[in-house]
């Protein structure tokens, strides 16, 4: 019999309503044959693919990151404004942007699709001064001359934009125009200093390492960070796993633990620069870039597709892995332990949206279908708002690239009287589980569940292998655990 222990009294923090935001980037078929195909047969008058806009709505996002990722380090935001557009060659992934959507057709969609921008600034050939005229053109009402010619180009209001994003991934030798800490430290400082002349109330979030892989990790964070503390409000870190050859389903599925040990590292750099500059200002993490990512062949029974194909077109295929069981297993793993580092995230972004290692897929004038990651992330979306309560649990334990650690991996939200509890069962064993409540044994309202073979996956032809259910109560006080699957309890307190 394994427990959960909750009490309410271990709160770890509120969590952000941006906590489960995502990610568009102008990559592969994310944009072009993603979210916009203006030959599909079932579109807005804009061209935007109804199927995939009503999919992202169920997801009910906060906030979506834009228009990159790597493309932004060559972009040219004003290339995709007015009606004198061109084609220009897109260097970070060797295709053609044509340019047909840009500022004004995304903020258009994205008030369709309900959900706050995230824009993102070019640092590699792009200039402070560049960055700020975005910002004019964005946020500025009238009277200026990029205000105005904003609202020459169709758009009367502004777009009030509040988060930005000073370059991405500046570390990269893959990057156009990669910095050194120095030099991007001080130029995204320069950069800030005019984005917040402009408008003081966004915020701003600086290009941390682009992994612990690094060899500029995590100095790189702490130099940027003594330019940067006092002008951004976040530092940005991206982290991805992938099935590795020596891994079994036990590692794979624990690969939550590399990502707490990574959240926990990069905290401490900001709270070493905190200090050294005697700060009152608070700076947290925004984990813009998440996810599962086959970055190369693995087993057999997987599907890997991280091919480059049809270079120096539009929308070509790139990095469109297909999720199966197992990866939404160690996927739902990742947002547990976000829900749990919720004091130190406060934003994160899914990475991507569409096609590009993406829940939702689509052919290209065809059909649409949801990953097997689609649901665990649709669940945080529903369950994670509130205050994450720090769990104590008691399971069997299990073997793994990590050391031996318990196979029931867990996060609590309270909100108001309802208790949501999500539950990774990482063993291939059925479990009975009592929760235990504010001390007495708590009443199982509703058990959402996923399971399934751990290789099946949703295609275009089956594509409903992998769904979330709702289970029976037939017990308030215990219940049982499907091995290896994916649990939310809502439960609230005996009397």
């Known amino acids: 019999m394994a427990t959960i222990k909750i009490d309410q009294d271990y709160i770890i923090s509120e969590i952000s309503p941006l906590l489960f935001s995502s ?81 004004h057709e995304f903020m258009h969609y994205s008030k369709l699709a309900n959900f706050d921008v995230m824009m993102a600034v070019n640092m590699g050939t792009g200039t402070p001064k560049e960055a700020g005229e975005l910002v004019e053109y964005c946020n500025i009402n009238s ?104 891994f079994s389903t036990a590692d794979y599925l624990s690969s939550h633990i590399d990502l707490e040990k990574y959240i926990d590292e990069a905290f401490s750099v900001i709270k070493y620069v905190k200090a050294l500059k005697r700060s009152k200002h608070d700076v947290f993490l925004s984990l813009d870039e998440w996810n599962i990512w086959h970055q190369k ?16 077109t539009v929308g070509p295929r790139r990095v469109e892995n297909t999720f199966d069981f197992e990866d939404a297993l160690t996927f739902f793993g990742l947002i547990i ?9 406060k934003i994160s972004c899914l990475a991507q949206l569409v096609n590009v290692i993406a829940p939702i897929m689509t052919e290209n004038n065809g059909r649409m279908v949801k990953q097997t990651i689609y649901y665990p992330f649709q669940l945080a979306r529903i369950f994670s708002e509130g205050v994450a309560i720090k769990p104590i649990v008691d399971s069997e334990t299990i073997n793994t690239h990590y050391g031996i650690i318990k196979s029931l991996h867990c996060a609590v939200v309270k909100n108001e009287n ?78």
């Open 23 to 103: 990610f568009i980037e102008h990559m592969g078929r994310s944009v072009y044959h993603g979210i916009y195909e203006p030959t599909h047969s079932e579109i807005t008058k804009e061209g935007f693919r109804t199927d995939v806009l009503a999919s992202i709505k169920e997801l009910n996002l906060p906030l979506v990151r834009y228009p990159g990722g790597n493309f932004v380090s060559g972009y040219n935001w004003k290339d995709g404004i007015g009606t004198k557009r061109k084609p220009k060659l897109d260097l970070a992934w060797r295709q053609i942007e044509p340019n047909e959507i840009g500022l």
């Open 143 to 246: 009277g200026s001359e990029y205000s105005n010619l904003r609202i020459k180009n169709g758009d009367l209001s502004p777009f009030n934009i509040k988060y930005w994003c000073l370059g991405n991934e500046m570390d990269g030798s893959w990057q156009i125009n990669s910095l050194t800490a120095d030099e991007y430290g001080r130029k995204a400082h320069e950069a800030a200093k005019v984005m917040r002349w402009i408008d003081p109330k966004i915020s701003l979030i600086a290009s941390g390492s682009s992994g612990p892989w690094q060899p500029t990790y995590p100095v790189w964070d702490r130099v940027i960070l003594e330019h940067l503390y006092d002008d951004v409000n976040f530092l940005s870190i991206h982290r991805y796993y992938s099935l590795e050859k020596d």
């Open 297 to 312: 062949p693995i087993k057999e029974e997987k599907v890997y597709n991280n091919n480059y194909e049809d270079e120096w």
């Open 337 to 345: 332990s976000i829900i749990n580092n919720c004091d130190k995230v």
């Open 418 to 495: 309802e208790y949501r509890v999500f539950i990774l069962n990482k063993s291939p064993e059925d479990s009975e589980l009592n929760v235990i409540l504010n001390g007495n044994l708590g009443i199982v309202r509703k058990h959402i569940s996923i399971s399934g073979q751990l290789h099946a996956k949703n295609t275009f032809d089956y594509p409903n292998q992998i769904l979330p259910i709702d289970e029976p109560i037939n017990d308030e006080k215990k219940i049982t655990l499907k091995g290896q699957s994916i649990n939310v309890l809502v439960l609230k307190e005996s009397k």
